[in-house]
């Protein structure tokens, strides 16, 4: 089984300062982890995932990811965040190369402030 | 880059209506996904192809059926559309070649309106 939260449904920011969103796993086998963003009446774009290799991950538009196994965490940050960073974002995990199964965290909406 | 199309964005349909929502992807990705999405439930998984002809059942199939008769494409097909359908509905294909990687590319979504 694998399970994702997403501990904030909502962070707002300042333009121009940092941004962290956090993710927390479980999974019973070596995961797949991702980050998606999805702007107003749009699909999913990939900003980033971890695939078992280096677990500083880094993404479009400046953001990156941090697998940290012993905490089951992958939190997305950014150094200074953009007006055009309001968006929704996903974190998810899916089983390895293998899984049919992704499951979505529940979404953490981004407002930045100008 | 990958592209997965989604013709129709917009959609008004009548309840009882039979609806079908085309997906393609252009990457010769095996796996095809529909999701739909909905304020406070998250995405949530229809059905899930994996290979031509081949379909399994996520987690909401009912009311649902799909088809995959050519690699590039995959259908949502809803029988007899219900209000309860109104929903904006995603598709998502995914590859496994040294370029994919296991990643899900989705398309732009379509918006389902049942009247």
């Known amino acids: 089984a694998q399970s994702v939260t997403q501990l904030d449904s909502h962070v707002s920011v300042s333009e121009g300062t940092p941004v962290l969103l956090r993710c927390n796993y479980s999974s019973s086998y070596s995961p797949s982890l991702f980050w998606y963003v999805q702007h107003p009446n749009k699909g999913l774009q990939l900003l980033l995932k971890?695939?078992?290799?280096?677990?500083l991950v880094k993404g479009i538009n400046g953001f990156e990811a941090e697998f940290k196994k012993s905490e089951t965490s992958f939190h997305l940050t950014k150094p200074s965040a953009h007006m055009s960073d309001a968006a929704e974002y996903f974190c998810?995990?899916?089983?390895?190369?293998?899984?049919?199964?992704?499951?979505f965290g529940g979404g953490t909406r981004v407002l930045v402030k100008p | 880059d990958v592209k997965v199309t989604q013709s129709s964005r917009y959609l008004v349909k009548r309840t009882g209506e039979k609806v079908f929502l085309e997906c393609v992807q252009d990457m010769d990705h095996e796996n095809m996904f529909w999701y739909r999405q909905d304020p406070g439930l998250g995405l949530r998984l229809i059905y899930f192809s994996y290979d031509v002809k081949m379909k399994e059942k996520g987690d909401i199939p009912e009311g649902y059926s799909v088809s995959r008769e050519k690699k590039e494409r995959f259908s949502l097909i809803l029988e007899s559309a219900s209000t309860n359908q109104t929903s904006m509905y995603l598709c998502a294909s995914r590859g496994f070649g040294a370029g994919s990687g296991n990643t899900i590319y989705f398309g732009e979504g379509s918006w389902l309106t049942v009247v």
């Open positions: 971890y695939t078992s290799a280096a677990t």
């Open positions: 998810v995990v899916s089983r390895g190369a293998a899984g049919n199964k992704l499951t």
